[in-house]
């Protein structure tokens, strides 16, 4: 279940020679790392990039916004791609956990806000949720990709 597995970290992620990581920031900026990171994936387009490079720019963005909301901010940011997948992780300063909120409110009304954790756990084929030795946590998802997607 998305977010159920908790684990501990030990404060560095191993990953491969493509890691984009930048410190705080917006979305925006976020998004752009991740085009930046894709981009440098080997092999040419398919028809389905578009949607699977789309998925995982809405993924980095709900992550670092609910961060940036929710966690106290954005300490680190990590983005590796594979052949397959690309893994987003986002760490902030909250040892909370994220927590999917009703669509409707008490009243019966439709809620504006608070989709994002919904979003990641439609889009994302696994998501970790480790404990950082220094406070806070870090919220990997891993988004699959066509061979060769790039933006």
Do not use: Y
């Not at 998305?2 to 998004?31: E, F, H, N």
């Not at 806000?113 to 084929?125: E, Q």
């Amino acid at each position: 279940m998305c977010g159920q597995d908790k684990r501990s970290a030990t404060g560095t992620v191993a990953v491969s020679p493509q890691v984009v990581s930048t410190g705080p920031g917006s979305p925006a900026d976020v998004r752009q790392a991740v085009r930046r990171a894709l981009a440098r994936r080997p092999g040419g387009r398919t028809r389905d990039d578009d949607e699977a490079v789309g998925d995982a720019l809405l993924v980095a963005s709900e992550l670092v916004t609910n961060a940036m909301l929710h966690g106290g901010g954005v300490t680190a940011f990590e983005v590796t791609p594979t052949e397959r997948e690309v893994h987003l992780s986002v760490s902030d300063r909250s040892d909370q956990l994220p927590v999917p909120v009703r669509e409707i409110d008490r009243v019966g009304r439709l809620r504006a806000g608070g989709h994002g954790w919904m979003i990641v756990c439609t889009l994302a084929s696994d998501v970790v949720i480790s404990n950082l030795r220094t406070g806070g946590k870090r919220i990997t998802a891993v988004v699959p990709l066509p061979p060769g997607a790039s933006n």
